[in-house]
């Protein structure tokens, strides 16, 4: 009987490589200080992002990829410019408007995007330093 195949161990490119730099312009306006990361930063920024969601079924990755489109083609229609072109106070208002938007589907899909950002900004072990969080598998045990 065949094994099942795990969803990292496929050929195909991670969900979210074609919208590399979508995903920086969202991470920068909803963590600012993601703007100065270096390419090293990014990079383990991608490694969590596409562990993240490589673990999720393929209808979840294609919804992730539709609402990245949403996101950077709908700024066009209200400001004339797609996302990732936006000043950084457009950018912040139009991911406003998803946050807060009417339609509960929108803001689920804004709350999973944001949770991803923050994952990959803050589950880098430099961030994770920088901000004094030292996880123990102890748990409290640790602290005493």
Request: with cysteine; proline share 8%; net charge positive.
């Amino acid at each position: 009987m065949p094994v099942a195949e795990h969803p990292s161990s496929r050929s195909s490119p991670p969900a979210l490589s074609a919208f590399r730099p979508l995903v920086r312009a969202i991470a920068c306006t909803i963590v600012p200080e993601a703007a100065a990361l270096n390419e090293k930063a990014w990079a383990d920024f991608n490694l969590l992002t596409d562990a993240a969601i490589g673990d999720r079924p393929p209808a979840l990755q294609r919804r992730l990829q539709l609402f990245l489109r949403a996101i950077d083609w709908l700024p066009l229609l209200r400001f004339g410019r797609r996302f990732a072109s936006l000043q950084p106070a457009q950018r912040a208002r139009f991911l406003a408007g998803l946050e807060n938007h009417p339609v509960q589907l929108i803001r689920s899909g804004f709350w999973g995007l944001r949770t991803l950002v923050l994952l990959g900004y803050y589950g880098r072990p430099d961030a994770a330093a920088a901000i004094g969080y030292a996880a123990d598998a102890r748990g409290w045990e640790a602290r005493r």
